[in-house]
Structure formats: structure tokens, C-alpha cells
């Protein structure tokens, strides 16, 4: 049995400038996604240094523009791309909110990948305390060697 799934796709309301960023993020978050859970930790680790922490507006903005541009990552399977090209779109605008990667609390197992803004799930359609984080990358305040 298949049910049909109703996602806003309609990147249109953008213009064309931030469309392509979003794509680009997009196709980067994408290739990352593929990588080992280490490997995309370090990456996103680096990108947040210099950062400041992303406000809650601006998280939810670089979601919902993702999820608008790509169908990919507006599905129930593209959470992980979907938070990283957030996060990606979030550092281009010298922010970065908390990105996350986890299973649920309760059964049956799932995986996750989510947003965060002061410890609060960003325009996640579960209850807050819905997923346990194994992976965090959040704002690395520490300044650069040499």
C-alpha cells in the first residue's frame, strides 16, 4: 500500500541569486551527506569557527528555503542533507545554528539529523525531546591556532 505525500516544493518566492545558493548548498550537503558520520563531524566542526550562534528566525529562514528549493531534502528521507545544507546556508551568512545527529528515544529505531536554536528543535514536526543526539557541532568559540 502507498500513501501520497503533499511537500511544498515551489522555490519560485525566491529570487534567482538565493535559489542558487541553496542549490549549491544543497549538492554540497548532499556529497557530505554520503561521507562517515566522522568525517561530515569534522567538516561541519571547521566550517562553524569564526561563527556567531544562529538566531532562531534565521535558522528556521535556511530551512525553509532548503526544503522549498530541493524535494529531495524536503522528504522523510533527506533530514540529513536537509540539516546540512541549513547549517551551510546559515555559515553564509556568518551564523550557525546547532546541527545534530541522532536516533529516536522510543522505539522503533530511526535516525535524525536536525537544527537546533537554544536547545530548541528548529520547525521539526516532533515533540523536543522526540530524538537523542549522538552527533553535535555546535558554535566553536575557540580561536584558531598560529
Given at each position: ?86 547549517v551551510l546556508l546559515c555559515r553564509l551568512a556568518g551564523t550557525w545554528p546547532v546541527w545534530h545527529a541522532g536516533v529516536r528515544r522510543y522505539p522503533p529505531f530511526g ?36
Amino acid at each position: 500500500m502507498t500513501s501520497e505525500q503533499v511537500l511544498r516544493h515551489d522555490p519560485r518566492h525566491l529570487g534567482l541569486r538565493r535559489r542558487l545558493t541553496v542549490r549549491a548548498a544543497v549538492v554540497v550537503a548532499r556529497l557530505l551527506a554520503g561521507q562517515k558520520p566522522d568525517r561530515i563531524r569534522l567538516v561541519l566542526r571547521r566550517l562553524s569557527r569564526g561563527a556567531r550562534p544562529a538566531s532562531r528566525a534565521e535558522a528556521a529562514a535556511a530551512r525553509r528555503d532548503t526544503v522549498t528549493t530541493s524535494a529531495f531534502c524536503s522528504g522523510p528521507v533527506g533530514c540529513l542533507p536537509r540539516s546540512i545544507a541549513t547549517v551551510l546556508l546559515c555559515r553564509l551568512a556568518g551564523t550557525w545554528p546547532v546541527w545534530h545527529a541522532g536516533v529516536r528515544r522510543y522505539p522503533p529505531f530511526g535516525a535524525h539529523a536536525w537544527v537546533s536554536v537554544d536547545g530548541i528543535p528548529v520547525d521539526e514536526p516532533y515533540p523536543d525531546d522526540f530524538h537523542i543526539p549522538l552527533l553535535t557541532v555546535a558554535v566553536d568559540d575557540r580561536p584558531e591556532p598560529g
